[in-house]
Protein backbone atom coordinates (compact mmCIF):
# COMPACT_ATOMS: atom_id res chain seq x y z
CA UNK A 1 0.00 0.00 0.00
CA UNK A 2 1.20 3.49 -1.10
CA UNK A 3 1.85 6.08 1.62
CA UNK A 4 0.31 9.07 0.69
CA UNK A 5 3.05 12.08 0.31
CA UNK A 6 0.59 14.19 2.94
CA UNK A 7 1.25 11.48 5.48
CA UNK A 8 5.56 11.35 4.08
CA UNK A 9 5.31 15.45 4.96
CA UNK A 10 3.92 14.93 8.48
CA UNK A 11 6.65 12.38 9.54
CA UNK A 12 9.35 14.69 8.29
CA UNK A 13 8.22 17.57 10.00
CA UNK A 14 7.77 15.13 13.35
CA UNK A 15 11.37 14.20 12.81
CA UNK A 16 12.15 17.77 12.60
CA UNK A 17 10.64 18.91 15.45
CA UNK A 18 11.64 15.59 17.43
CA UNK A 19 15.84 16.23 16.60
CA UNK A 20 15.70 20.64 17.01
CA UNK A 21 13.84 19.70 20.22
CA UNK A 22 17.27 17.66 21.33
CA UNK A 23 19.07 20.01 19.75
CA UNK A 24 17.43 22.93 21.70
CA UNK A 25 17.91 20.98 25.01
CA UNK A 26 21.49 19.46 24.34
CA UNK A 27 22.99 23.11 23.54
CA UNK A 28 21.46 24.55 26.62
CA UNK A 29 23.06 21.94 29.24
CA UNK A 30 26.20 22.19 27.19
CA UNK A 31 26.67 25.33 26.04
CA UNK A 32 25.67 27.89 28.96
CA UNK A 33 27.41 25.74 31.79
CA UNK A 34 26.96 28.90 34.43
CA UNK A 35 31.35 28.84 34.14
CA UNK A 36 30.85 32.59 32.06
CA UNK A 37 32.38 35.73 33.49
CA UNK A 38 30.08 37.36 31.24
CA UNK A 39 26.35 37.17 32.80
CA UNK A 40 25.01 39.37 30.42
CA UNK A 41 25.84 37.36 27.53
CA UNK A 42 25.01 34.04 28.63
CA UNK A 43 21.31 35.86 29.49
CA UNK A 44 21.08 37.28 26.21
CA UNK A 45 21.82 33.47 24.50
CA UNK A 46 20.08 31.51 26.99
CA UNK A 47 16.55 33.90 26.17
CA UNK A 48 17.12 33.23 22.74
CA UNK A 49 17.07 29.97 23.10
CA UNK A 50 14.05 29.76 25.00
CA UNK A 51 12.35 31.80 22.48
CA UNK A 52 13.55 29.04 20.04
CA UNK A 53 12.50 26.24 22.62
CA UNK A 54 9.44 27.60 22.51
CA UNK A 55 9.09 27.52 18.91
CA UNK A 56 10.48 23.77 18.20
CA UNK A 57 7.59 22.68 21.28
CA UNK A 58 5.15 24.06 19.14
CA UNK A 59 5.53 22.52 16.46
CA UNK A 60 6.09 19.46 18.16
CA UNK A 61 2.69 19.78 19.41
CA UNK A 62 1.11 20.14 15.90
CA UNK A 63 3.00 17.14 14.27
CA UNK A 64 2.39 14.83 17.47
CA UNK A 65 -1.51 15.58 16.84
CA UNK A 66 -0.68 15.42 12.99
CA UNK A 67 0.54 11.67 13.65
CA UNK A 68 -2.33 10.80 15.83
CA UNK A 69 -4.49 12.02 12.81
CA UNK A 70 -2.84 10.03 10.38
CA UNK A 71 -2.03 6.86 11.83
CA UNK A 72 -5.75 6.88 12.91
CA UNK A 73 -6.59 7.49 9.22
CA UNK A 74 -4.06 4.42 8.75
CA UNK A 75 -5.47 2.08 10.61
CA UNK A 76 -8.92 2.69 10.42
CA UNK A 77 -9.11 3.61 6.60
CA UNK A 78 -11.76 5.75 7.99
CA UNK A 79 -12.46 9.51 5.83
CA UNK A 80 -12.03 12.43 8.20
CA UNK A 81 -15.85 12.98 9.45
CA UNK A 82 -16.02 9.09 10.90
CA UNK A 83 -12.39 10.35 12.67
CA UNK A 84 -13.97 11.34 16.12
CA UNK A 85 -15.25 7.84 16.78
CA UNK A 86 -12.30 6.12 15.67
CA UNK A 87 -9.67 8.35 17.45
CA UNK A 88 -10.68 6.88 21.27
CA UNK A 89 -10.44 3.03 19.97
CA UNK A 90 -6.90 3.59 18.31
CA UNK A 91 -5.97 5.33 21.61
CA UNK A 92 -7.64 2.59 23.99
CA UNK A 93 -7.19 -0.19 22.26
CA UNK A 94 -3.64 0.09 20.11
CA UNK A 95 0.03 -0.26 21.12
CA UNK A 96 0.42 2.63 19.32
CA UNK A 97 -2.12 4.92 20.95
CA UNK A 98 -0.62 4.05 24.18
CA UNK A 99 2.70 4.98 23.33
CA UNK A 100 0.93 8.43 22.00
CA UNK A 101 -0.43 9.26 25.32
CA UNK A 102 2.58 9.12 26.76
CA UNK A 103 4.42 11.33 24.03
CA UNK A 104 1.44 13.63 24.87
CA UNK A 105 1.93 13.69 28.12
CA UNK A 106 5.67 14.01 28.10
CA UNK A 107 4.97 17.54 25.50
CA UNK A 108 2.47 18.70 28.32
CA UNK A 109 4.80 18.43 30.76
CA UNK A 110 7.73 19.81 28.64
CA UNK A 111 5.41 22.81 28.07
CA UNK A 112 4.28 23.29 32.04
CA UNK A 113 8.30 23.10 32.69
CA UNK A 114 9.07 25.89 30.04
CA UNK A 115 6.33 28.38 31.49
CA UNK A 116 6.99 27.56 35.08
CA UNK A 117 11.06 28.61 34.28
CA UNK A 118 12.17 27.93 30.84
CA UNK A 119 15.71 26.84 30.50
CA UNK A 120 16.68 28.86 33.15
CA UNK A 121 17.45 26.43 35.62
CA UNK A 122 19.84 23.46 35.05
CA UNK A 123 17.67 20.91 36.72
CA UNK A 124 14.85 21.89 34.24
CA UNK A 125 17.28 21.40 31.57
CA UNK A 126 18.21 17.71 33.01
CA UNK A 127 14.30 17.10 33.67
CA UNK A 128 13.35 19.03 29.59
CA UNK A 129 16.24 16.25 28.66
CA UNK A 130 14.51 13.02 30.09
CA UNK A 131 11.18 14.51 28.79
CA UNK A 132 12.06 14.82 25.45
CA UNK A 133 13.80 11.43 25.21
CA UNK A 134 10.49 10.00 25.93
CA UNK A 135 9.78 11.48 22.81
CA UNK A 136 12.15 10.40 20.90
CA UNK A 137 11.37 6.94 22.27
CA UNK A 138 7.48 7.33 20.66
CA UNK A 139 9.01 8.53 17.10
CA UNK A 140 11.25 5.48 17.48
CA UNK A 141 8.83 2.77 18.77
CA UNK A 142 6.58 3.55 16.77
CA UNK A 143 8.72 3.52 13.03
CA UNK A 144 10.13 0.99 11.34
CA UNK A 145 12.04 -0.29 14.35
CA UNK A 146 8.55 -0.77 16.68
CA UNK A 147 7.98 -3.44 14.34
CA UNK A 148 10.34 -5.98 16.26
CA UNK A 149 9.11 -5.13 19.60
CA UNK A 150 8.31 -1.76 21.98
CA UNK A 151 11.60 -2.31 23.50
CA UNK A 152 13.83 -4.64 21.40
CA UNK A 153 17.09 -3.75 20.70
CA UNK A 154 16.19 -1.71 17.16
CA UNK A 155 14.06 0.56 18.49
CA UNK A 156 16.88 1.59 21.47
CA UNK A 157 19.54 1.67 18.63
CA UNK A 158 16.92 3.87 16.28
CA UNK A 159 16.50 5.86 19.30
CA UNK A 160 19.77 7.09 19.96
CA UNK A 161 20.59 7.49 16.26
CA UNK A 162 17.93 9.92 16.57
CA UNK A 163 18.90 11.58 19.70
CA UNK A 164 22.60 11.69 17.72
CA UNK A 165 21.10 13.05 15.08
CA UNK A 166 19.57 16.06 17.28
CA UNK A 167 22.85 16.88 19.26
CA UNK A 168 24.59 17.27 15.75
CA UNK A 169 22.38 18.70 12.95
CA UNK A 170 19.92 20.40 15.72
CA UNK A 171 22.45 21.88 17.85
CA UNK A 172 23.88 22.98 14.83
CA UNK A 173 20.31 24.81 13.93
CA UNK A 174 20.60 26.22 17.47
CA UNK A 175 23.79 27.58 17.01
CA UNK A 176 23.07 29.03 13.50
CA UNK A 177 19.69 30.73 15.06
CA UNK A 178 21.31 31.59 18.57
CA UNK A 179 24.36 32.06 19.14
CA UNK A 180 25.63 33.21 15.54
CA UNK A 181 23.29 36.70 16.17
CA UNK A 182 25.04 37.25 19.57
CA UNK A 183 28.46 36.79 18.53
CA UNK A 184 27.95 38.95 15.56
CA UNK A 185 26.09 41.70 17.47
CA UNK A 186 28.96 41.26 20.23
CA UNK A 187 32.10 41.17 18.71
CA UNK A 188 34.42 42.07 21.25
CA UNK A 189 33.21 39.22 23.99
CA UNK A 190 35.63 36.96 22.24
CA UNK A 191 36.85 35.44 25.25
CA UNK A 192 33.08 33.82 25.58
CA UNK A 193 32.22 33.60 22.38
CA UNK A 194 35.18 31.51 21.95
CA UNK A 195 34.04 29.21 24.99
CA UNK A 196 31.06 28.83 23.21
CA UNK A 197 32.57 28.08 20.11
CA UNK A 198 34.67 25.27 21.21
CA UNK A 199 31.29 23.82 23.56
CA UNK A 200 29.50 23.38 19.92
CA UNK A 201 32.30 22.09 17.85
CA UNK A 202 32.76 19.28 20.97
CA UNK A 203 28.64 18.59 20.83
CA UNK A 204 28.61 18.23 17.47
CA UNK A 205 31.51 15.82 16.87
CA UNK A 206 30.15 13.54 19.50
CA UNK A 207 26.74 14.11 17.69
CA UNK A 208 28.16 12.76 14.40
CA UNK A 209 29.98 9.97 15.58
CA UNK A 210 27.11 8.53 17.43
CA UNK A 211 24.61 9.09 14.57
CA UNK A 212 27.33 7.33 11.82
CA UNK A 213 27.41 4.24 14.58
CA UNK A 214 23.94 4.18 14.94
CA UNK A 215 23.08 4.76 11.58
CA UNK A 216 24.81 1.78 10.27
CA UNK A 217 22.94 -0.39 12.67
CA UNK A 218 19.68 0.83 11.38
CA UNK A 219 20.88 0.32 7.69
CA UNK A 220 21.97 -2.71 7.90
CA UNK A 221 19.73 -4.39 9.99
CA UNK A 222 16.28 -3.10 7.69
CA UNK A 223 18.41 -3.15 4.09
CA UNK A 224 20.10 -7.17 4.88
CA UNK A 225 22.72 -6.70 2.51
CA UNK A 226 24.03 -4.96 -0.35
CA UNK A 227 22.00 -5.43 -3.41
CA UNK A 228 18.94 -3.94 -2.25
CA UNK A 229 20.82 -0.54 -1.91
CA UNK A 230 20.53 -0.49 -5.96
CA UNK A 231 17.73 -2.73 -6.23
CA UNK A 232 15.07 -1.17 -4.22
CA UNK A 233 13.61 2.79 -4.34
CA UNK A 234 14.39 2.33 -0.44
CA UNK A 235 17.90 1.27 -1.29
CA UNK A 236 18.12 4.45 -3.34
CA UNK A 237 16.82 6.87 -0.99
CA UNK A 238 19.40 5.50 1.98
CA UNK A 239 21.89 5.76 -0.87
CA UNK A 240 21.18 9.62 -1.46
CA UNK A 241 21.06 9.78 2.72
CA UNK A 242 23.94 8.58 2.80
CA UNK A 243 25.50 11.14 0.18
CA UNK A 244 23.98 13.74 2.30
CA UNK A 245 25.60 12.59 5.15
CA UNK A 246 28.94 11.93 4.02
CA UNK A 247 29.02 15.69 2.47
CA UNK A 248 27.87 17.65 5.67
CA UNK A 249 30.51 15.18 7.54
CA UNK A 250 33.11 16.73 5.42
CA UNK A 251 31.44 20.14 6.12
CA UNK A 252 31.43 19.67 10.27
CA UNK A 253 35.74 18.17 9.52
CA UNK A 254 36.33 21.66 8.04
CA UNK A 255 34.60 23.61 10.99
CA UNK A 256 36.12 21.41 13.22
CA UNK A 257 40.11 21.34 11.71
CA UNK A 258 40.22 24.62 10.40
CA UNK A 259 37.17 27.27 10.96
CA UNK A 260 36.98 26.76 14.72
CA UNK A 261 40.68 27.03 15.55
CA UNK A 262 41.14 29.55 13.50
CA UNK A 263 38.27 31.01 15.97
CA UNK A 264 39.85 30.19 18.81
CA UNK A 265 43.22 31.42 17.43
CA UNK A 266 41.68 35.39 16.52
CA UNK A 267 40.29 35.30 19.83
CA UNK A 268 44.00 34.66 21.71
CA UNK A 269 45.18 37.35 18.82
CA UNK A 270 42.82 40.08 19.24
CA UNK A 271 43.19 41.24 15.98
CA UNK A 272 39.43 42.51 15.41
CA UNK A 273 39.86 41.76 11.56
CA UNK A 274 41.27 38.28 11.86
CA UNK A 275 38.45 37.47 14.45
CA UNK A 276 35.61 38.45 12.03
CA UNK A 277 37.25 36.57 9.10
CA UNK A 278 36.96 33.30 11.20
CA UNK A 279 33.80 33.58 12.77
CA UNK A 280 32.36 34.08 9.27
CA UNK A 281 34.01 30.86 7.94
CA UNK A 282 32.48 29.38 10.69
CA UNK A 283 29.06 30.93 10.19
CA UNK A 284 28.89 30.61 6.70
CA UNK A 285 29.96 26.75 6.82
CA UNK A 286 27.35 26.46 9.62
CA UNK A 287 24.58 27.29 7.39
CA UNK A 288 25.40 24.84 4.87
CA UNK A 289 25.13 22.45 7.37
CA UNK A 290 21.61 23.23 8.18
CA UNK A 291 20.78 23.28 4.95
CA UNK A 292 22.21 19.76 4.33
CA UNK A 293 20.56 18.37 7.51
CA UNK A 294 17.47 19.42 6.95
CA UNK A 295 17.71 17.26 3.05
CA UNK A 296 18.43 14.94 5.28
CA UNK A 297 15.53 14.99 7.19
CA UNK A 298 13.60 14.52 3.65
CA UNK A 299 15.78 11.47 3.46
CA UNK A 300 14.51 9.69 6.15
CA UNK A 301 10.65 10.89 6.21
CA UNK A 302 10.51 8.89 2.72
CA UNK A 303 12.35 5.85 4.47
CA UNK A 304 10.24 6.26 7.42
CA UNK A 305 7.57 5.47 4.74
CA UNK A 306 8.44 3.43 2.79
CA UNK A 307 8.52 -0.50 3.49
CA UNK A 308 12.36 -1.59 4.46
CA UNK A 309 13.85 -4.20 2.47
CA UNK A 310 14.13 -6.80 5.07
CA UNK A 311 10.54 -6.39 5.76
CA UNK A 312 9.80 -7.56 2.34
CA UNK A 313 8.57 -11.25 1.10
CA UNK A 314 11.23 -13.13 -0.94
CA UNK A 315 11.01 -12.67 -4.30
CA UNK A 316 8.29 -15.01 -5.65
CA UNK A 317 6.45 -15.53 -2.54
CA UNK A 318 2.87 -15.93 -2.79
CA UNK A 319 0.98 -13.73 -0.06
CA UNK A 320 -1.72 -14.97 1.43
CA UNK A 321 -4.85 -12.77 1.24
Known amino acids: MSIPAWHEAITGFDVLAVALTVGAVAARLVWLRGASADRKLESILLRRLNVLFAA ?22 APFPQLAGVLPLVLQETDFGK ?12 WLLWMLSGMGKRGTGWALAILVGVVAFSRSATGHAGDHGDFEWPVWIDWLHLISAGMWGGAIVMFVLAV ?13 AAAVVRRYSMLAAVG ?12 WQRVGGWQPLWTTRYGLVLDAKLVLVIAMAILGATNRFRHVPAVLAAARTRNPRSWLRALRGLSLASVAEAALWLAIIVAVALLLSGMPPSSLPPAGTTVAR
Request: hydrophobic share 60%.
Open 180 to 192: RPVLRQHPQQKDW
Open 56 to 77: VLGLLSLTSAAILFARSVAISD
Open 208 to 219: LVLAAATGICNA
Open 99 to 110: VWLARAAAVLLM
